[in-house]
């Protein structure tokens, strides 16, 4: 998995076309997408929060990676709550 962080700018989805929500949370959304073959992750931050926004895109090298990290993720956050 390789990680970016871009300054926020609401046209950043525009890079990623067919990307489709997966999970929206008070503080952001999350997409699953695609690019150049490979699938990826998009952590958009929702407006209003403190401190200057950045999105995060998180690049899988295939399918399963990215389904193992969702999964690993959903555990964390059942475990949290």
């Keep these: 998995m390789r ?3 871009f300054p926020y700018d ?3 989805l525009a890079g ?18 695609e690019r150049a073959g490979l699938p990826c992750l998009l952590v958009v931050p929702i407006a209003g929060n403190d401190g200057p926004l950045t999105v995060t895109v ?4 295939d399918e399963r990676e990215r389904g193992a990290y969702l999964a690993a993720r959903d555990r964390t956050a059942s475990a949290a709550t």
């Excluded at 998180?58 to 090298?61: G, P, R």
């Design 58 to 61: 998180l690049v899988f090298e």
């Design 10 to 12: 609401h046209r950043v």
């Design 16 to 33: 990623f076309p067919g990307a489709r929500s997966y999970e929206r949370t008070p503080e952001q959304i999350t997409y699953l997408a």
């Design 3 to 5: 990680e970016q962080t």
